[in-house]
């Protein structure tokens, strides 16, 4: 059974430049969360989706974007990157609630450390 | 709104000693769920558990247990003989059920467990 996998692992960008990150979440999941992880820090929630579409979304500028795709894999984007968005990107994958009141176990990816110059 | 404390920064113990992890959470909700993530030097999160805010009752895992006290607001983490292979940093995250079934992750900042063999 295939967890949740991330890639690329390690990347290096200059200052105002665009990356993507991808995700393929565990077998069985339907949605994917977005967290970053700052050295020292918590992880902080970026965005989740669910059905291609983001449900919820985190205290991030816009330069944060995404996408799921129909497989439910999904993509982070970040343009005109800052130093400060250096960080470890953490990808989880759940089942979706539906529109009851209930949270389903998040699983984690082994992250993207993203290094901006 | 919603957080998540741990006091506790970083805690050294010696191999086969006993320690606790303090988690307190803040939230309005009344209908949420606490976890508690294990991340080792490779960075992935590790899912050790979850708890609904209905159910109180304390849970034991092998050399694991938790103590969920609405009372006081807390979900301690408790290793019983710790072994050097609990060497990593801990989280505790609270989520709180939504209407829409989103359900973000927020996180205390970490404790740093050692242990010294």
């Known amino acids: 059974d295939a967890g949740v996998t991330q890639s690329p692992t390690h990347l290096i960008k200059t200052r105002g430049q665009q990356v993507t990150l991808r995700c393929s979440p565990k077998?069985?999941?339907?949605?994917v969360s977005w967290y970053q992880q700052a050295l020292g820090q918590g992880p902080q929630f970026i965005f989740q989706?669910?059905?291609?579409?983001?449900?919820q979304r985190g205290n991030f500028p816009d330069r944060f974007s995404g996408h799921q795709f129909p497989n439910y894999s999904s993509e982070l984007n970040v343009n005109a990157l800052l130093l400060g968005d250096s960080a470890l990107y953490l990808c989880?994958?759940?089942?979706?609630?539906?529109?009851?009141?209930?949270?389903?176990?998040?699983?984690f990816g082994p992250g993207t450390r993203l290094t901006v110059l | 709104a919603q957080k998540v404390t741990q006091a506790q920064t970083e805690i050294s113990v010696v191999e086969k000693e006993d320690v606790t992890l303090d988690c307190v959470y803040e939230?309005?909700?009344?209908?949420?769920?606490l976890f508690w993530y294990k991340q080792p030097p490779s960075g992935e999160l590790v899912f050790l558990i979850r708890?609904?805010?209905?159910?109180?009752q304390n849970e034991i895992s092998g050399r694991y247990s938790w103590n969920f006290q609405k009372s006081t607001s807390s979900f301690n983490f408790t290793i019983t003989a710790s072994q050097v292979v609990d060497s990593a940093v801990y989280f505790c995250?609270?989520?709180?059920?939504?209407?829409?079934?989103?359900?973000?992750?927020?996180f205390g900042t970490g404790t740093r467990l050692t242990v010294i063999p």
């Open positions: 989880a994958s759940s089942l979706a609630g539906g529109l009851k009141r209930y949270t389903d176990t998040q699983y």
């Open positions: 077998s069985g999941h339907d949605t």
């Open positions: 989706y669910y059905e291609e579409e983001e449900r």
């Open positions: 939230t309005r909700d009344t209908t949420y769920y």
């Open positions: 708890r609904n805010s209905f159910d109180e």
């Open positions: 995250a609270l989520s709180e059920a939504t209407v829409a079934g989103a359900n973000n992750l927020f």
